[in-house]
């Protein structure tokens, strides 16, 4: 599995994130359930979700919806489609509740099966954030109450553990985040907890 995991949309690195790609399959799963917390305007979600696979497919990708709320109790059926693609793009929201929405459709798991594959894992803010390996000090940046799940009785606090350490995007950037990215920093400091920050524009890159 490959990763391209920026700070904000797409960052400043498209012709690497196109380059990552599967040259056989082009096809992308586009995930948008960070989107899905309570507070969200329905209307302006679903702009904001036209918008960005509009911006994907300008790159030259297949990129199709993978809403993980259709799959609830169907992780069969999610690893079968997962299987089918060349990549994932796990756009930014609510941490939790994508994290919740990981859980409840499988993906969680689904995901960790294709890390010996040619496959990209791609996203930004919460996309990126859920693949450490917990989401403490997150709650500073999203509020973890924001969940339409009644099947979560509990915040899941335990990220997928892709990644050996934590992801503060929106450092230092021009985006509403960015003060409390700041103090999500300070309690990583204190804790002494392994993490890396991004700028909006800015990505990280695993081939």
Known sequence: MKFYLSS???GNEVEKFK???PRLNKRLGY???ALDFLSADPKRREEGIIKERGDLQSLGFNVERLHLKDYFGKKKDLESKLSQLGGVFVRGGNTFVLREAMKLSGFDNAIKKMIKKDF???GYSAGICVLAPSLEGLETMDHPEDSPYKDIQKTIWKGLGILDYMIVPHYKSDH???ADADKTIELYKKKNIKFKTLRDG???IIE
Do not use: F, G, R, T
Request: no cysteine; charged share 20%.
């Open 19 to 21: 380059a990552l790609m």
């Open 31 to 33: 995930v948008p359930d």
């Open 202 to 204: 800015e990505a990280i």
């Open 176 to 178: 509403p985040e960015s």
């Open 120 to 122: 990209l894992y791609s």
């Open 8 to 10: 904000y949309k797409m």
